[in-house]
C-alpha cells in the first residue's frame, strides 16, 4: 500500500509559477511511476504529466508541454510538478497518482485507469 499527499497549490496570478508536492509513504516508492492528473470544475479529470521510476523518463499533455516540469528524488520519497506559465485554463484540483512499474523503465501510463493509487488533492487557482 502506498498513500500519497498533495501540497504546494494556492492561488497564483496568470502567468506565475507553483511548486506542487506529492509525498509517499507506504512501500518502497522507487519502483512506480508516478503521474499528476487535474480535474477542473464540470470536467473530468485528465492526464497531465508523468514520471518514470527512474525519473529519467517524461510525458506530458500538450496543454502543458514547455511550461510544466515533472522530477523526482527516490531518496525523499517526492515527486514534484514545477508549474510556470500558469493560465487561468490551469485552475482545477490536482491529484498525484502511482503506479508499479513492474520492472519497466519507460512505463510512462497516460491512462486514469492504469494507476493504483491516488492522493487527496491540492486545489490551484490561475486568476486572470
Known amino acids: 500500500q502506498v498513500q500519497l499527499v498533495e501540497s504546494g497549490g494556492g492561488l497564483v496570478q496568470a502567468g506565475g509559477s507553483l511548486r506542487l508536492s506529492c509525498q509517499a509513504s507506504g512501500r518502497t516508492f522507487g519502483s512506480y511511476a508516478v503521474g499528476w492528473f487535474r480535474q477542473a470544475p464540470g470536467k473530468e479529470r485528465e492526464f497531465v504529466a508523468v514520471i518514470n521510476w527512474s525519473g529519467d523518463g517524461t510525458s506530458y499533455a500538450d496543454s502543458v508541454k514547455g511550461r510544466f516540469t515533472i522530477s523526482r528524488d527516490n531518496a525523499q520519497n517526492t515527486v514534484y510538478l514545477q508549474m510556470n506559465s500558469l493560465k487561468p485554463e490551469d485552475t482545477a484540483v490536482y491529484y498525484c497518482?502511482?503506479?508499479?512499474?513492474?520492472?519497466?523503465?519507460?512505463?510512462?501510463?497516460?491512462?486514469?485507469?492504469?494507476?493504483?493509487?491516488w492522493g487527496q488533492g491540492t486545489q490551484v487557482t490561475v486568476s486572470s
Open positions: 497518482t502511482a503506479r508499479e512499474s513492474g520492472g519497466l523503465r519507460w512505463y510512462l501510463p497516460r491512462r486514469e485507469s492504469s494507476y493504483e493509487y
